[in-house]
């Protein structure tokens, strides 16, 4: 079922994604908010998320999220929510359980899927790629819309450069490109810049990395002291355990920061034979088989302690079948 199928009563729709919304989460919500608004003037649409960082301001739709979760409408007709399940909705959970037909999309393997209706595809790239599968008119998008998915599937596949990428996704990405919108530039300023205390931090980050598992493990925590002395915001630590991976040997990288006292946020990337999904599914949290996250108690040592017993015994059991 296409999306102007599945909304074809509603006379108000509302739409949300995970906490902390990164690159895909965001593009996915835009698009989808710019798509409805586009094909069915006459409807209410509102679009909730956390506070997303101030770059992505470039998406048209961007001034038009709500931050705080409110809303005059206490039954949506229909709740969408994006790139998460139910639990990592934030604000805006509320209104989803309440919305009288709540739809979830995502491509999470951790994400049984919450809604009356469910797609779920943790084979496609980005939760903005099987958006736009659902599209009933995806040759007549406007270049807003199309910017919006592009952003999201190029975010979430490290610029098109993991292994989730599929011929399929570049034939979408060669669909969107042909729409007029700067798509070097829209990376740079979404993807590749970075602030200065972001590259501070990364710094601190790698400096204090300590490898363990005869190299195979990698490991780096942020206290909140050190946040704090720096004056770093939560959108600043994307890209710092990509980096902590790409050392020559590692098959999987921890990096962590404290939120407060004894806990941390903990975001887990894997080379591919560790499956992290299943470590962070453990504790609550979940993801993809390669990248995943997780808030966890206890002190560092508690939380590396366990997450690394798990990474070693998932290694151990692999060694063993090969
Ligand atoms: P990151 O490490 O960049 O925060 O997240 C990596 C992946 O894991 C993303 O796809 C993200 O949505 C997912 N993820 C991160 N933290 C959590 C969490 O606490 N719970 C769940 N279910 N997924 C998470
Ligand atoms: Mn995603």
Redesign the pocket.
């Known amino acids: 079922m296409k999306i102007l199928e599945m909304v074809k009563e509603a006379k108000t729709i509302g739409i949300t994604g995970?906490v902390?919304p990164?690159g895909d989460c965001i593009g996915a919500s835009l698009a989808l908010y710019l798509y409805l608004q586009k094909n069915l003037p006459e409807v209410r649409v509102d679009v909730f998320l956390d506070t997303p960082p101030p770059f992505f301001a470039c998406l048209q739709g961007f001034e038009a999220i709500i931050n705080d979760g409110k809303s005059d409408i206490k039954e949506y007709d229909i709740f969408f929510a994006l790139?998460?399940?139910q639990n990592?909705l934030g604000k805006a959970e509320n209104l989803f359980k309440k919305a009288k037909t709540r739809i979830n999309i995502d491509h999470?393997v951790?994400?049984d899927g919450d809604g009356d209706i469910n797609i779920m595809q943790p084979e496609a790239a980005a939760t903005c790629e099987l958006l736009y599968s659902l599209l009933d008119f995806p040759d007549e998008l406007d270049a807003d819309i199309a910017k919006a998915i592009y952003i999201g599937i190029a975010h979430d596949t490290g610029v098109f450069r993991y292994g989730s990428m599929t011929p399929k996704t570049f034939e979408i990405i060669a669909a969107l490109m042909k729409y007029d919108f700067d798509f070097a530039q829209i990376l740079n300023d979404t993807y590749f810049e970075r602030t200065y205390v972001q590259h501070q931090i990364l710094g601190r980050a790698l400096l204090e990395s300590i490898v363990f598992m005869d190299g195979r493990c990698i490991v780096s925590c942020l206290s909140r002291r050190t946040l704090d002395f720096y004056h770093v915001g939560s959108g600043d630590f994307?890209g710092i355990?990509n980096r902590l991976l790409a050392t020559k040997g590692v098959e999987c990288a921890i990096f962590m920061y404290q939120t407060r006292g004894h806990e941390y946020?903990v975001?887990?990337r894997s080379q591919g034979v560790v499956d992290v999904a299943e470590i962070?599914g453990c504790f609550?949290?979940?993801?993809?088989v390669r990248?995943?996250?997780?808030?966890m108690k206890g002190t560092f040592h508690d939380v590396v302690n366990i997450i690394s017993s798990r990474i070693e015994a998932q290694l151990d059991s692999r060694k063993n079948v090969g």
């Open positions: 995970h902390r990164d790139d998460a399940p990592r999470h951790s994400n994307e355990v946020k975001s887990l962070a609550g949290g979940g993801g993809h990248a995943a996250g997780v808030t």
